[in-house]
């Protein structure tokens, strides 16, 4: 218990990406879990969670250039903002238990690559710190991830 108290967001988001990761090399397609992921209803509503999720994130930008918070009001966005990514891989189990092929594929991979990427980012080199590059590739691939939601949430209304 008392390790429990001492874990970081960093380790617990890694710990979720990685049983993400090894629960592809698990034999799912039995279970009860996919075919209660294959209704149409939870689809959508596991959908709209995780679409929340990829668009929580802009809630920080909105605070910041619109309403000009700051001080502790945007240390506490902030912290939102590192749970709800650090919960993320959770909720997109949730989703997809499978990453897919084609579009699906790309946008599961951009996905865990800027969770991984994020939860990594108090590791880096001491000028990467300096000068955020890690923060310009984070929000860059944040913006793909939007783009291609926008477009996985039209092809799947389309068809």
Not at 35 to 46: A, D, E, L, S
Not at 53 to 65: A, G, Q, Y
Not at 98 to 126: D, K, R
Not at 138 to 147: D, E, K, R, T, Y
Request: hydrophobic share 55%; proline share 4%.
């Amino acid at each position: 218990m008392r390790y429990l108290k001492s874990i970081s967001q960093r380790e617990i988001g890694l710990l979720l990406l990685l049983f993400y990761f090894i629960q592809l090399f698990i034999p799912w397609h039995d279970l009860a879990l996919v075919q209660w992921q294959n209704q149409r209803m939870v689809k959508i509503i596991t959908g709209c969670t995780l679409l929340f999720v990829v668009m929580s994130p802009w809630l920080l930008t909105f605070s910041r250039v619109v309403l000009e918070i700051g001080g502790s009001q945007w240390q506490r966005l902030t912290k939102w903002h590192r749970w709800i990514g650090t919960i993320s891989p959770i909720v997109y189990f949730f989703h997809s238990i499978e990453p897919g092929y084609g579009l699906l594929l790309l946008l599961t991979s951009i996905f865990f690559i800027n969770h991984f990427l994020a939860s990594l980012n108090n590791e880096a080199p001491y000028w990467i710190r300096i000068f955020p590059v890690w923060i310009l590739i984070h929000v860059s691939l944040s913006i793909l991830i939007m783009v291609l939601s926008c477009y996985h949430i039209y092809l799947i209304a389309a068809y």
